[in-house]
């Protein structure tokens, strides 16, 4: 009879995984369905990604436009107040 041993994966590693499902299982501003999944909502791998992050209290990094707002007519009103348009 043998024994097997299962290691966790680092902290680094979950939240890498973490991140690139966060990056992948979107949910569309258009349609409320996730971009990889389809189903209505937040679907439970991004749910699960998203525990991962609370966990650790570390923010995901965000990638701006990934919702794609512009399907529902959304657009800038005015740039922000640190940055003005010469």
Known sequence: MSATTYYANSAE????DA???????????????????????PCYKREGAVTVFSRTLRLPSRRPGATRPELINARRVGAPALFPVP
Do not use: K, M, N
């Open 13 to 16: 590693e979950q939240l890498s």
């Open 19 to 41: 991140q690139r499902t966060l990056d992948t299982h979107i949910t569309s501003s258009a349609t409320g369905r996730c971009l990889a999944c389809g189903t209505h909502g």
